[in-house]
């Protein structure tokens, strides 16, 4: 299970820090090496779970960001 994405009674009981987000990272990492696979194979519908799982971390991880001011010219 990714670890982004808990179940609803667990939410708001982990703290993101940089041991999650490497974490997440590293599990991003294992989806694209499992969907490069199984696209080698010819089994590109067992790719979609995968390819799922990456989507929504790949969205998660910019929303974990602390805002930033715009730059100054």
């Known amino acids: 299970m990714s670890v982004a994405f808990v179940s609803n009674w667990m939410r708001g009981r982990a703290e993101v820090n940089q041991e999650t987000i490497q974490r997440l990272l590293g599990e991003n990492d294992q989806l694209i090496r499992c969907t490069m696979e199984y696209q080698n194979k010819g089994r590109a519908n ?22 930033q001011p715009a730059l100054q010219n």
């Open 46 to 67: 067992e790719c979609v779970q995968y390819q799922h799982v990456l989507h929504r971390n790949l969205t998660w991880l910019p929303l974990q960001m602390p805002a």
